[in-house]
């Protein structure tokens, strides 16, 4: 057992002959047991780096260490679930989690892909191609607990579901993901729906890291700060700042005191993130407390 669910390593992958770089440089590592958002505009390199992590991909600079092995040696430890949600179209809901048992007989566990099933009021006897995109996603994510994954990757999992079914399966999934102690790697593009259920954040930008580390060390490096425009922000590292009419707010990182005269608060994970997608060329934050702690 590792304490490390995925370490990366100046991590890259381009693709086509032009070997146009999807992730570049990239450098993190996720401790196990956390739930992980992994958010960034279109075209960040989320995808690419699920599907490094799941061994579909393979880098072409750097490594990427899953469970303490390579992602391919630890497959049967991990389960992933693709944007597109794959399954095979002619099978029933029963027939793709018989399939999924038959698959992993050692780990398999049909309690939770049960209730998922019921909870959704699917019939287990529907054929996938009859599902609409959201219950094809709640059959693929019944699919990927069943196996018991102790590393579970999710690609966009919420983004087809009515905003019922996309709390109660989260609720479902987190959990599921307590009990067992199992690390999730969520992306989604709705920061609302991963504040209150991730402890640990991933951004990427242009493919490569913006910030990682735990949420709440995240959140505390950063400070909203309300001001006059004019007022200097030296020697702080300031994220974003906007001046309207004669105040002036900024996110930034504190090098020492912010001084008095000014309002300052802690930011919201959505204003966080918002921040550094507004200003691509603010400098990257990877924490590691954990590892500095042991260090
Ligand atoms: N198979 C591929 N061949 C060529 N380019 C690719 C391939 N897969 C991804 N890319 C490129 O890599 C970059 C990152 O894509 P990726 O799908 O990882 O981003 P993403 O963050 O998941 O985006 P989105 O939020 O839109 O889903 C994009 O510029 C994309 O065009």
């Not at 399939?99 to 209730?115: F, I, K, M, S, Y």
């Not at 607990?145 to 019922?164: F, Q, S, V, Y």
Request: charged share 25%.
């Amino acid at each position: 057992m590792t304490d490390t669910a995925i370490e990366a390593a100046a991590l890259g992958r381009s693709f086509g002959r032009r070997r146009r770089q999807a992730l570049e440089g990239c450098s993190f590592r996720l401790p196990a047991g956390r739930v992980c958002a992994l958010t960034g505009p279109n075209g960040a390199g989320k995808s690419t780096l699920l599907a490094l992590a799941a061994g579909l991909l393979r880098p072409t600079e750097g490594s990427i260490a899953v469970l303490g092995r390579t992602p391919a040696a630890a497959r049967e430890r991990l389960a992933y679930v693709a944007q597109n949600k794959p399954l095979h179209p002619q099978l029933t809901i029963a027939g793709t989690l018989r399939l999924g048992r038959d698959l992993n007989p050692r780990r398999w566990d049909a309690r939770v892909p049960e209730r998922i099933i019921a909870e959704g009021d699917l019939d287990p006897g529907a054929r996938i191609r009859s599902l609409s995109g959201g219950q094809r996603t709640r059959v693929a994510l019944a699919l990927a607990l069943g196996k018991r994954p102790e590393l579970l990757l999710l690609d966009e999992p919420m983004a087809d579901l009515d905003p019922l079914a996309r709390h109660q399966l989260m609720a479902t999934l987190m959990a599921d993901a307590a009990d067992h102690g199992t690390t999730v790697v969520m992306s989604s593009h709705v920061v609302a729906e991963l504040e209150g259920s991730c402890d640990h954040l991933l951004l990427l930008g242009g493919g490569r890291v913006r910030l990682a580390g735990p949420l709440d060390d995240l959140l505390a490096a950063h400070t909203l700060v309300t001001g006059r425009s004019g007022d200097t922000l030296e020697p702080h590292t300031v994220v974003e700042s906007r001046t309207t009419g004669r105040q002036l707010t900024a996110l930034v990182r504190p090098a020492g005191p912010l001084g008095e005269g000014r309002r300052t608060d802690r930011p919201s994970l959505e204003e966080l993130v918002l921040a550094h997608l507004r200003s691509p060329e603010a400098p990257p934050l990877v924490l590691d407390t954990e590892q500095e702690a042991a260090a």
